[in-house]
């Protein structure tokens, strides 16, 4: 069964700085990965899709690798603002229809 | 992207009745949805999959009596919490995927609060 790590499970960042977020699964066999952002209290918004035929995406001051073959991606947060401050997940999609979440990366960026 | 819509966003009832959370794909036709339980600062607890015109799959431990799922059209899935108690207070969240990219998107969450 797919298991999803992702470390740290919290970090602190002074404003401004660059930050990266890891995430690794343990099959190899995906479909795609998305990287998502929660605020408390909040549903889950999508920030980068990568399909297994991918090496990275970039939207803005994100910028999401992934390395299929390691099992690992990296989500990658330029120049760090307070807005970012929020719990991060990624989900690894298999090539059925299943869905596999880490247990979240809690980002404070402190101003 | 997409837009997942999810009804009510908070929601408080009396103990023993029955509580409908509403999840809806806006722009496209959602083959799957998934309906997830989160306690606080915890992880997403995966309770059902849905696919749309047949019966939902449960999770070990989930009670199918208890969480009724209706995925009934490509756009709207139904959460009925039946004779709901305080422990079902929680938040539910939906999910739904069927573009051809595989991606998944969320709605907003409900905050349900049992008295």
């Known amino acids: 069964k797919q298991e999803v790590t992702q470390i740290p499970a919290a970090l602190s960042v002074p404003e401004g700085e660059n930050l990266v977020l890891n995430c690794s699964f343990t099959?190899?066999?995906?479909?795609?990965l998305q990287w998502f952002r929660q605020d408390p209290g909040k549903g889950l918004t999508s920030l980068l899709l990568i399909q297994s035929s991918q090496r990275e995406q970039t939207s803005g001051r994100l910028n999401a690798s992934l390395d299929k073959s390691s099992g690992r991606s990296t989500l990658y947060i330029a120049a760090s603002q307070p807005g970012d401050s929020a719990t991060y997940l990624c989900a690894v999609k298999n090539t059925g229809n299943q869905f596999y979440f880490g247990t979240g990366t809690s980002l404070t960026v402190i101003p | 992207g997409a837009v997942v819509s999810q009804h009510p966003s908070r929601v408080i009832c009396k103990s023993g009745t029955s509580v409908k959370i509403e999840c809806r794909s806006l722009d496209f036709q959602a083959t799957t949805m998934f309906w997830y339980r989160q306690f606080p600062k915890k992880s997403l607890m995966l309770m059902a999959t849905s696919n749309e015109g047949s019966k939902a799959t449960y999770e070990q431990g989930v009670e199918k009596d208890k969480f009724l799922i209706n995925h009934a059209s490509l756009t709207l899935s139904t959460l009925t919490v039946t004779s709901a108690h305080p422990e079902d207070s929680s938040f539910y969240i939906c999910?739904?995927?069927?573009?051809?990219?595989?991606?998944?998107?969320f709605g907003e969450g409900s905050r349900l609060t049992v008295l």
């Open positions: 999910s739904a995927s069927g573009l051809n990219t595989g991606e998944l998107f």
């Open positions: 099959d190899s066999a995906i479909y795609n």
